[in-house]
């Protein structure tokens, strides 16, 4: 549907840049959408939602913020204090940090439940996960700003993983470093970058939204639309879905800030930083436990049997893990060989599914715990699962799965008000009436 | 690319599909490509430490008030450098050990200029912690020397790494004797 207004200044830009019709194309009432999403597909409006609240709150932190590590933590505790609002501010930017993080998770295992990284939407997956890099880049560096205990030791230890890598990682670590211990240097640079990457984040969004529309939104079926009457416009159907949507997120952002500001953080970061005294518990924001914990289960060199010689050590072994859980994700359209999309007409996939977000919420759990007893053996078997599920389960579940049959298009459970009819392989795609 | 410039230049298919301007074009490309790798390396350089943070003083520690048994701990370039004047029976167990017991196998001799000074980085060398271990009441381990609570590295009364991830001892760092009690590191 093409775009029109009788508005005399928009027609008169839109003749010259066609900036409206581009906008209603993206987000608007000229985006046909499948009309079965489901509330799982308010989540990627969201997610654009939050990544603006932290724009804006950042930008007005940044304004009363002193990177230098004789002043840092000072200016973050009178932003708390006697900046007009500055406690409102920061709370909304530290915990919308977390809101992010739930909403694209949730996201993203929409995304796996519902098929959404199959062909063709293998780009529109990579690069919604390397947004998720860049999130957790941002954050992490977000995290370091306030030179608090836990910013200055999370620093230290994150950094430090890079010393991992053989020959050149200390030289990469003092290169990161500007120095040779987390410094002065280190906290403007983190403050540099944390300031620059939203804004590539948002560079990466609008090709996010470009890919989308190479093919439209994937749907609860997970089936192709098959012609008009399969979709509706996005404007104002899922436009008034996702405001309400925004308003129920809202109202848990809005708890969380006035009743729970400090729930999600740690104590130990209202201390500020000695380079002196490492804290007795080093654990990162809840957002990152799952990679924590996988970084923390290679307590084990990896050589030749018998030899005693040592190919990876724990160190790089774990270092190797925590980067790999995600850059697994990549090959993810590739690794799962079922042609159908959706997990509701997968039987065995659709539990495999659960068991691996209960295995992903265990790892988070075991990544809160200290690196003793039985948390050893328990996010060592985690990790192996998760590895497991992508590299063996996947690729064997699509051969071995008998899928239940699909529907011939999405409008057709819906006007016959039957069950589905034939399986998918054999359907034809339905004439357009 | 040859190809596409054959049309252009009518008779230029003679010499196996070259030409001057394919010549041109990659001799531009080769000094752009040269030139801009030598404008990349400033400012990749940009990031490694200043001439301020590399002048940084060395550090003198005076070493007469520590008694055996006792521990300092002062700062050099940003890092704690933990001092134990050791008793005689932690030198005895570090110099009993057999080096095939260690992952990072070192003799204690090594690693001290006199063997009651044992000078060292304070940092373990998993990913960066300041082992426990320098006040009298913290827990030092299977091994009596240091333990960090990061991740469970314990280290012996040489400072060598027994157990638990880190892979190597921690860094003896340079230093020398000044006067008996008195020395310079770095």
């Known amino acids: 549907m093409a775009f029109q207004t009788k508005n005399p200044v928009i027609r008169w830009i839109e003749y010259r840049m066609p900036i409206f019709s581009f906008i209603d194309h993206s987000v608007g009432s000229g985006y046909p959408t499948p ?46 204090r006697d900046v007009n609002y500055g406690w409102l501010i920061r709370y909304i930017h530290m915990n919308g940090a977390s809101f992010f ?29 390397v947004i998720l890099l860049l999130m957790m880049a941002t954050a992490f560096m977000g995290y370091v700003l306030p030179w608090g205990q836990m910013s200055f030791w999370g620093a230290t230890v994150i950094t430090n993983l890079f010393s991992a890598i053989p020959v050149i990682g200390d030289s990469i670590v003092t290169w990161l470093w500007g120095g040779f211990s987390v410094a002065n240097p280190t906290l403007n640079r983190f403050f540099a970058l944390h300031y620059l990457l939203p804004f590539v984040i948002l560079g990466v969004v ?26 509706i416009p996005f404007a104002p159907y899922y436009t008034v879905k996702d405001y309400f949507g925004i ?76 980067f790999g859980s995600i850059l697994i994700l990549f090959l993810l359209p590739w690794l799962d060989t079922s ?63 008998r899928p239940k049959p699909l529907p011939v298009s999405i409008s057709e ?8 009819v034939g399986a998918a392989a054999t359907a034809q795609p339905m004439e357009k009436a | 690319m040859a190809d596409i410039a054959k049309p252009a230049h009518g008779g230029g ?30 400012l990749i350089d940009s990031l490694n430490p200043a001439a301020d943070v590399l002048a940084l003083a060395s550090t003198e520690a005076d070493l007469s008030p520590v008694e055996v048994g006792q521990s300092l701990t002062v700062t050099w370039r940003g890092k704690p450098i933990f001092i134990r004047h050791r008793t005689d029976k932690e030198i005895e167990e570090a110099r009993a050990v057999p080096l095939s017991e260690l992952p990072d196998p070192e003799t ?41 609570p990061c991740h469970g590295s314990q280290y012996d009364t040489s400072g060598r790494i027994r157990k638990g991830p880190a892979p190597k001892n921690l860094v003896v760092p340079s230093y020398k004797f000044d006067t008996d009690t008195t020395i310079t590191i770095g």
């Open chain 1, 247 to 322: 308003g129920v997120f809202l109202i848990a952002f809005a708890v969380v800030i006035f009743y729970l500001p400090n729930y999600m953080g740690h104590t130990d970061n209202y201390i500020e930083a000695n380079p002196l005294q490492t804290p007795p518990h080093i654990v990162p924001e809840w957002y990152f436990l799952p990679f924590y914990a996988m970084l923390r289960a290679i307590t084990f060199n990896i050589g030749i049997p018998f030899t005693g010689v040592v190919l990876i050590e724990a160190k790089l072994g774990g270092v190797i893990t925590m």
């Open chain 1, 413 to 420: 459970p819906v006007l016959k008000g039957s069950g589905p």
């Open chain 1, 206 to 231: 609008v090709l996010h939204i470009w890919a989308l529309h190479r093919f439209g939104s994937n749907n609860p079926l997970g089936i192709d639309v098959k012609g008009p009457q399969d979709t």
């Open chain 2, 13 to 42: 298919g003679d010499h196996d599909g070259e030409t001057r301007r394919d010549f041109l074009f990659l001799a531009a490309g080769a000094v752009a490509a040269v030139g801009a790798a030598s404008v990349a390396w400033p």
């Open chain 1, 101 to 129: 993080f739930i909403v694209v998770y949730i996201h993203i295992f929409r995304g796996l439940y519902y098929g959404s990284y199959k062909a063709p939407r293998e780009l529109l997956w990579m690069l919604g996960l």
């Open chain 2, 108 to 148: 204690d001799q090594a690693r001290v200029i006199k063997a009651p000074w044992l000078i060292m980085v304070g940092i373990c060398t998993h990913l960066g912690c300041v082992p426990l271990g320098q006040k009298p009441g913290d827990p030092r381990g299977e091994f009596g020397g240091w333990f960090c």
């Open chain 1, 339 to 401: 042609p159908v999309r959706s997990a509701k007409f997968r039987p065995l996939y659709k539990w495999f599914f659960w068991v691996l977000v209960a295995d992903v919420v265990m790892l988070d759990y075991v990544g809160s715990q200290p690196p003793e007893g039985i948390w050893v053996p328990i996010g060592q078997v985690c990790t192996a699962y998760y590895f497991i599920h992508f590299l063996i389960l996947m690729p064997l579940l699509g051969k071995l799965e």
């Open chain 1, 35 to 80: 009309k079965n999403l489901n509330y799982w597909w308010n989540f990627g409006s969201l997610a654009g939602v939050a990544l603006m609240i932290m724009i804006a709150t950042g930008v007005l932190l940044a304004m009363q913020y002193t990177p230098h590590v004789d002043y840092a933590f000072r200016s973050v505790e009178r932003i708390m």
